[in-house]
T-cell receptor, first 113, second 117 residues
Framework: AQSVTQLGSHVSVSEGALVLLRCNYS??????LFWYVQYPNQGLQLLLKYTTGATLVKGINGFEAEFKKSETSFHLTKPSAHMSDAAEYFC???????????FGTGTKLQVIP | GAVVSQHPSWVICKSGTSVKIECRSL??????MFWYRQFPKQSLMLMATSNEGSKATYEQGVEKDKFLINHASLTLSTLTVTSAHPEDSSFYIC?????????????FGPGTRLTVT
């Protein structure tokens, strides 16, 4: 079985400040990990993914995440928040390339000008 | 590339009627598509996995006779909500995985907002 826990349903940061969204996972096999962003009334857009290889993954819009097996974590970071980053972010895990994806409960990011 | 569309983007129907939602992969073929439901301010819950040419696999607690899924081609999957009730009102999102090897990314459609009155 697989699961995802996102710590903090709401995160507020000032524009220009560091963004840190936390995600911990549980998986019985080496996981595939994803971060998605969702704007209101829209579908999901992939920010980045980890499958194998380098544990620090860079994605779109300046986001990156690091896979830490020992901590079962895949936290999302961005050095400097932009107003356009305000959205809901979902961490997700799957147990294989074509397996179903389990989503976390989401973290709503607010960026304060 | 890798665009998934959904139609309609929103629909209002009366209780007891059926509604069909289409999910299309526009520029790739998808052996597997997924259907999710998202209630307000909640996460996505997987409803079923749709495989081209075979029966869909439903998650526990999802009524297969109520949510009919058909994956008739490599670019089209449909979800029909039969005898819709107000509690079926939700945001329905599909996703598709490209058929090419080593593509582990699900591409999501823009969603369909269903309101049952």
């Amino acid at each position: 079985a697989q699961s995802v826990t996102q710590l903090g349903s709401h995160v507020s940061v000032s524009e220009g400040a560091l963004v840190l969204l936390r995600c911990n996972y549980s998986s019985s096999v080496p996981p595939y990990l994803f971060w998605y962003v969702q704007y209101p009334n829209q579908g999901l857009q992939l920010l980045l993914k980890y499958t194998t290889g380098a544990t620090l993954v860079k994605g779109i819009n300046g986001f990156e995440a690091e896979f830490k097996k020992s901590e079962t974590s895949f936290h999302l970071t961005k050095p400097s928040a932009h107003m356009s980053d305000a959205a809901e972010y979902f961490c997700a895990v799957s147990e294989g390339g074509y397996q179903k994806v389990t989503f976390g409960t989401g973290t709503k990011l607010q960026v304060i000008p | 590339g890798a665009v998934v569309s959904q139609h309609p983007s929103w629909v209002i129907c009366k209780s007891g009627t059926s509604v069909k939602i289409e999910c299309r992969s526009l520029d790739f073929q998808a052996t597997t598509m997924f259907w999710y439901r998202q209630f307000p301010k909640q996460s996505l819950m997987l409803m079923a996995t749709s495989n081209e040419g075979s029966k869909a696999t439903y998650e526990q607690g999802v009524e297969k006779d109520k949510f009919l899924i058909n994956h008739a081609s490599l670019t089209l999957s449909t979800l029909t909500v039969t005898s819709a009730h107000p509690e079926d009102s939700s945001f329905y999102i599909c996703s598709a995985i490209p058929q090419k090897r080593n593509s582990y990314e699900q591409y999501f459609g823009p969603g369909t907002r269903l309101t049952v009155t």
